[in-house]
């Protein structure tokens, strides 16, 4: 199916992600091949739970087998929040395309996503 109009959108539905970040790739949001829907990214919060050590976040979007980068070795210093995607830089995902993430050490960051279903 091809992706939907968004001007004729009948639905739109509201969802958050939430995920710990590891030194594997972590698949956040996922906008199967036949969904028939759009998704719209909204925010994305990083937040690095270490009270001591700053650690990078990596993050791209995944279409049809390769990797387009949104953030790579972004540090998150100990203690802070990173707001990494905003409504400024919303991102859509379009059918089977996937939105990753990893970090530089395990179970230091967590990540928060808005995102909306569109169909």
């Known amino acids: 199916m091809a992706n939907p109009n968004m001007a004729s959108a009948t639905t739109i539905t509201g969802h958050s992600a939430v995920a710990f970040l590891s030194t594997s ?23 690095n739970v270490d009270g001591t050590n700053a650690a990078d976040v990596n993050a791209w979007v995944r279409r ?17 929040t990173l707001v990494l995607v905003s409504r400024d830089t919303t ?29």
Do not use: H, R
């Not at 906008?31 to 719209?40: D, P």
């Not at 379009?94 to 990753?100: A, P, S, T, V």
């Open 91 to 119: 991102i859509y995902l379009m059918e089977g395309d996937i939105f990753q993430m990893s970090a530089s050490a395990n179970s230091d960051l967590e990540v928060v996503a808005s995102y909306e279903e569109i169909s």
């Open 64 to 80: 049809s087998s390769s990797n387009y980068n949104i953030a790579q070795t972004v540090s998150v210093p100990a203690d802070t």
């Open 25 to 47: 790739t972590t698949s956040l949001i996922t906008n199967s091949a036949a969904s028939g829907k759009i998704i719209k990214i909204e925010s994305v919060i990083v937040s």
